[in-house]
């Protein structure tokens, strides 16, 4: 942390926790069958985060709290912004809390699919990063920022289905998504918003990281192959 390294730990998620105990359909129906159930194992994962990320906040500033839910598709959530109230907030802010007050500066959900109905309800739960922002399904990191401003932060919002496509494809999508009222007001962390696709020539791919770089004014790629990392992203 003090030569620089961004700290990172992450919280079960409150969604994600149901749908790998039970898979996603009776998740989903579990939130109004069993809601005693649901509450008991988001109470479990609630304490159990609070000992732990107590604890380590004695010792070290965390900068950055993650949670995995993965609750959405391209026709939306999941779960409606009532259930998030109900069943993420009380957890997500009581954990955000006590990293906040260590010193943390970001609270990043990971989930894909379209969630712009929800992001108001997320943010009410302390959120104030997400990511990848898909553009497939609707996420649109524009339209984003000029809704929430500085009150939403993003990581990805790139469409990777581009880089498959020409070169003319990939500097129209960098191009409008690289344009200054969505990056000069900071908290955006450009990628690929999913795995780099099977199939990508590594020309289009080499092609992408020049052009963005161009477009954001940061100087030429190193070409040295120890300046890269082998990352999916």
Known sequence: QQAGTLVTTGIPGSFDTLRELMGEENACVAYYDDPELVADIIGTIHDTSVRCLSAVCEKLTIDQLSVHEDFAGRSGPMIGPNLIQQTFETYYSTCWEIVRSAGGRIFQLDTDGNINSVIDALLACGLTSIFPMEPAAGMDVVQVRAKYGKRLAFAGGLDKHVLRATRA?????????????????????????????????????????????????????????????????
């Not at 960098?174 to 590594?202: F, M």
Request: aromatic fraction near 12%; charge should be positive; charged fraction near 25%.
């Open 169 to 233: 494809d990939i500097r129209k999508e960098l191009e409008y998504k690289l344009q200054p009222s969505v990056y000069q007001a900071g908290g955006c962390v450009w990628g690929l918003d999913h795995r780099i696709p099977n199939g990508t020539p590594i020309e289009n791919y080499r092609y992408y990281v020049d052009t963005a770089r161009e477009i954001l004014g940061l100087p030429p790629r190193p070409t040295s192959p120890t300046t890269w990392q082998r990352m999916a992203f």
